[in-house]
């Protein structure tokens, strides 16, 4: 019993996840600037974000890292008043189309209410929600283009 006692309290000390999918974001240590990760499928060359497990098109199991485009243009948007637990309200989601072909589900980083569709977006790192001790989660958003 005393065992199990020690491996809970172990397990409430562990400290909660702060980086959201590293295996769909890179961010690189030399300051370069972050990107996002598609995965294109070596048998028949179909891209996807985010990886899968088996390709949609022909069941391949092999898939090679592609880095994507930083900016893309906002398909469509929502301005979110009820979130989920942890997450600030309001808040901005939306979807971007990448030079690619691909279309991306993403928050927005900006005010509720001052986006447009077909309007120019970019990649961008920040909180999007927090963590069970309180901590922000960083994963990647989408801004205006600077001008």
């Known amino acids: 019993m005393g065992d199990l006692k020690e491996r809970k309290d172990h397990r409430e ?3 909660d996840i702060n980086f959201y999918h ?3 974001l890179e ?3 030399d300051g370069s600037l972050p990107y996002l990760k598609g995965y294109r499928c070596k048998k028949c060359g179909q891209l996807d974000f985010p ?5 949609p098109s022909c069941w391949g199991e092999e898939f090679e890292s592609i880095v994507l485009s930083r900016k893309g243009k906002l398909y469509s948007y929502a301005d979110i008043y009820v979130g989920q ?7 901005i989601i939306g979807y971007i189309d ?3 072909n691909l279309r991306i589900f993403a928050m927005l980083e900006g005010t ?3 986006f447009t569709c077909d309007e120019d977006v970019e990649l961008t790192v920040a909180p999007i929600r ?3 001790d309180g901590s922000s989660i960083i994963s990647y958003k989408f801004k205006k283009v600077s001008v």
């Open 13 to 15: 000390k562990e400290t």
């Open 22 to 24: 590293p295996d769909l």
């Open 27 to 29: 961010v690189p240590e």
């Open 51 to 55: 990886k899968m497990s088996l390709c």
């Open 85 to 91: 637990p942890g997450m600030k309200t309001p808040y």
């Open 98 to 100: 990448l030079p690619e």
């Open 112 to 114: 509720v209410g001052s």
């Open 130 to 132: 927090t963590n069970k």
